[in-house]
């Protein structure tokens, strides 16, 4: 009987069923499920206490029925289940501003270079 009890308590804990932590960029965390993770979007199912601690600006729908909360990846920082990170928008926010940065150094720094180069080549051969 004490087996059955404590089957049933294990089986009753929201806290095992939601094993995934949210950050939000400002700092506040809450515990849920993710559901889904893409480009632009995050979803995460959430108990009725995680619902009061959601950021308004983070969120662009709910799906009431299931308890689950459509982010804007814009807003998150991590999801992390048992401090492994599964999601990180702002990891991947970073690398995007990274390939932006390489590709205008690029063209400031080593187009005109190129340029250059064309240019004296075909000085040269006009002597």
Known sequence: MKKIISILLILTQTSILFADTLTFNNGVTIEGKLVKYDEDRLIFKVDEESMNDIPNEA???????????VFNNSFVKNVTENNIIVANPAEERRDKSMKRLNTLVFVICVVPIIVL????????SVF
């Open 59 to 69: 969120v662009i729908f709910i799906i009431s029925d299931e308890n689950q909360v």
């Open 117 to 124: 180069i064309i240019a004296l080549t075909t000085m040269e």
